[in-house]
């Protein structure tokens, strides 16, 4: 398939060591987050979300973490895995523009074995 | 998690022609919507599609270029007319559950010639 994120940072890890991928968002009017995974040749595929009001929240070997205050949000992955190597999104709902998703600028996991 | 499917998952065109792009959802849903990805970069959306009416268009999108039906709350085609190698991209559909999940078709690879 094609490589998707030619253009995007890139975060390299050892297998096995943590990941932290970070994402600063562009309204503070923001409601809802939500990290999307994108593995080459494939659709977004949907990670894990947090709504505003909280500041943590966890899923299977993933964490999100939302400071609102810094308008920052970070998805940190445990123990990666080689499989979780592809392009990750971290995409904000702005209620007011109409309920839309907006996504940011995307970051390339890879993970060296 | 609603089920996308997305047809067809890759063209070849020549420039002047268009292509219709067709979104089916294994359920039905309130909010439907197209987005592209062009090469190396993120997701943009081009529109929402609304049930019954018109589509609602971003900036820089225009219904001349991307029209857009939405006969029913399970399927969605977006086409894209008078194609320029410009318009080679990735074309998604996503889709919005209740809980405001956003989940996204495979995409449409579209290579203009």
């Known amino acids: 398939g094609e490589s998707v994120g030619l253009h995007l940072p890139t975060l390299s890890v050892q297998e096995g060591d943590n990941s932290i991928i970070n994402c600063a968002y562009s309204n503070s009017a923001s409601d809802y987050f939500i990290w999307y995974k994108q593995e080459s040749g494939k659709g977004p595929q949907f990670i894990i979300d947090?709504?505003?009001?909280?500041d943590k929240r966890q899923g299977q070997r993933v964490t999100v973490l939302l400071n609102k205050t810094v308008k920052h949000l970070s998805l940190q992955i445990a123990a990666t895995q080689p499989g979780d190597s592809a392009v990750y999104f971290c995409a904000e709902n702005i209620r007011e523009y109409g309920n839309k998703l907006v996504f940011g600028a995307g970051t390339i996991l890879r993970v060296k074995s | 998690s609603a089920v996308i499917s997305q047809k067809p998952s890759r063209d070849i065109c020549q420039r002047g022609t268009s292509l219709t792009i067709q979104c089916q959802v294994d359920?039905?849903?309130?909010?439907m919507f197209w987005y592209r990805q062009q090469p190396g970069q993120s997701l943009t959306l081009i529109a929402t599609a609304n049930q019954g009416s018109e589509a609602t268009y971003e900036s820089g999108f225009v219904i001349d270029k991307f029209p857009i039906s939405r006969p029913n709350l399970t399927f969605s085609t977006l086409t894209v007319s008078n194609m320029s190698p410009e318009d080679s991209s990735i074309y998604l559909c996503?889709?919005?559950?209740?809980?405001?999940?956003?989940?996204f078709g495979p995409g449409t690879r579209l290579t203009v010639l």
């Open positions: 996503s889709v919005r559950a209740p809980g405001d999940e956003q989940f």
């Open positions: 359920s039905q849903v309130t909010m």
């Open positions: 947090i709504r505003s009001n909280m």
